[in-house]
């Protein structure tokens, strides 16, 4: 019954047409995962226009939440006019994953030097210079990309939405405002269940949806739209 009523399909439908109707194509890519020893790999599934750049490039870092088409839809569109859009899945999220059974998860520094890995294997992306645009933890990423990458591979740069100055002071309070019963932050931010995933609701909204519209099986399906392909077995 869940399944029969759940909203995904339907969003994820509306978000793989903004892609597709921006001329973006969904691949994905086998990398070397930075943090997992000799011969560890990560995949990246992503978006973006076939052939060579005709157009500035340009690479969106999604934020915490559902994966990169769901967070950029509304922007894909209009960019796409004007540059050749790169919307990639963060590892750990969407079509994006890693061998956590084996290797640590990712830092926003690897996250970023699998980003940089994923420019050089683009077609015509090895030595252009690519503008990146990043909101939420994916301005923390495109921080890192910026910083390690230098300006001669990346810029100009956006962050948006992102505390780079973030302290271990800020997580506690925000572990405050949470109430008891939480391990972490991260517990909250990348939910795994659903009383986790409406706590982040709670905390984000100034207007929270109410219980009756956000039944656990709706919830569940937005966790599984995240962390589809979470992990490499």
Same mark, same amino acid.
């Given at each position: 019954?869940?399944?029969?009523?759940? &909203?995904?399909?339907?969003?994820?439908?509306?978000?793989?047409?903004? *892609?597709?109707?921006?001329?973006?194509?969904?691949?994905?890519?086998?990398?070397?995962?930075?943090?997992?020893?000799?011969?560890?790999? *990560?995949?990246?599934?992503?978006?973006?226009?076939?052939?060579?750049?005709?157009?500035?490039?340009?690479? &969106?870092?999604?934020?915490?939440?559902?994966?990169?088409?769901?967070?950029?839809?509304?922007?894909?569109?209009?960019?796409?006019?004007?540059?050749? $859009?790169?919307?990639?899945?963060?590892?750990?999220?969407?079509?994006?994953?890693?061998?956590?059974?084996?290797?640590?998860?990712?830092?926003?520094?690897?996250?970023?030097? !699998?980003?940089?890995?994923?420019?050089?294997?683009?077609? /015509?992306?090895?030595?252009?210079?690519?503008? $990146?645009?990043?909101?939420?933890?994916? /301005?923390?990423?495109?921080?890192?990309?910026?910083?390690? #990458?230098?300006?001669?591979?990346?810029?100009?740069? !956006?962050?948006?939405?992102?505390?780079?100055?973030?302290? #271990?002071?800020?997580?506690?309070?925000?572990?405050?405002?949470?109430?008891?019963?939480?391990?972490? $932050? =991260?517990?909250?931010? &990348?939910?795994?269940?659903?009383?986790?995933?409406?706590?982040?609701?709670?905390?984000?909204? *100034?207007?929270?949806?109410?219980?009756?519209?956000?039944?656990?099986?709706?919830?569940? =399906?937005?966790?599984?739209?995240? %962390?589809?392909? *979470?992990?490499? %077995?």
């Amino acid at each position: 019954m869940g399944a029969s009523l759940s &909203l995904v399909p339907v969003l994820d439908y509306f978000a793989r047409r903004e *892609c597709l109707r921006a001329g973006l194509h969904q691949n994905a890519v086998t990398l070397p995962y930075p943090d997992g020893g000799a011969g560890a790999t *990560c995949t990246v599934q992503y978006w973006a226009p076939q052939g060579e750049p005709e157009l500035p490039p340009l690479l &969106l870092v999604h934020g915490f939440g559902p994966r990169a088409d769901w967070q950029w839809r509304c922007q894909v569109g209009p960019l796409s006019r004007h540059f050749h $859009v790169i919307i990639p899945d963060l590892l750990g999220f969407g079509g994006s994953a890693y061998p956590s059974e084996t290797a640590p998860p990712p830092t926003e520094a690897t996250q970023a030097a !699998v980003l940089a890995a994923l420019l050089g294997a683009l077609p /015509g992306m090895e030595r252009r210079r690519v503008a $990146v645009a990043g909101t939420s933890y994916g /301005g923390f990423v495109a921080y890192w990309l910026a910083r390690e #990458a230098g300006p001669a591979r990346v810029g100009p740069v !956006v962050i948006a939405s992102s505390d780079l100055l973030k302290t #271990a002071a800020d997580d506690r309070a925000f572990l405050k405002r949470a109430g008891e019963g939480w391990g972490g $932050v =991260d517990e909250i931010l &990348l939910p795994a269940e659903p009383a986790a995933l409406r706590k982040l609701l709670e905390l984000a909204s *100034c207007r929270p949806p109410p219980r009756l519209v956000t039944p656990d099986f709706l919830l569940r =399906d937005f966790i599984q739209v995240r %962390c589809g392909a *979470c992990a490499l %077995c």
